[in-house]
């Protein structure tokens, strides 16, 4: 299913039949240092994507499904260019299209990453 997801994601995003939505937003890892992400959203579809970007370098991505009604947050797999792996947790709100992303690293490090307006 994921994998599904991940290949129509990639898909439509290369042959740019999909309008999306993009935000950006900002935050800090537990080291200190900035972390800034990016927030994309498909009009009309559950399907949210975030990328996370280190100042030392690295980077993360997560494709998730995210429904406009679900009151719960959202956790997904965190894939990283360093090999480190995670998971974030998504407080996804449509309604004031803001959003918050926690994370943990496999290495132990943690972060936060809030999105404006998307």
């Not at 991505?61 to 719960?72: G, Y």
Request: a neutral charge; one cysteine or more.
């Amino acid at each position: 299913m994921r994998l599904r997801l991940l290949a129509l994601t990639t898909l439509a995003t290369l042959c740019g039949c999909v309008e999306t939505n993009e935000t950006q937003g900002g935050g800090r890892a537990s080291d200190g240092g900035a972390v800034s992400g990016t927030l994309e959203t498909v009009p009309g579809s559950q399907v949210v994507s975030i990328t996370l970007k280190s100042q030392a370098g690295w980077f993360c991505n997560a494709t998730f499904l995210h429904a406009d009604d679900e009151p719960q947050p959202a956790k997904a797999p965190l894939s990283c260019s360093d090999r480190r792996k995670g998971e974030i947790q998504v407080f996804l709100n449509r309604h004031t299209s803001q959003a918050a992303g926690f994370y943990r690293l496999s290495d132990g490090t943690t972060g936060q990453v809030n999105f404006g307006l998307f």
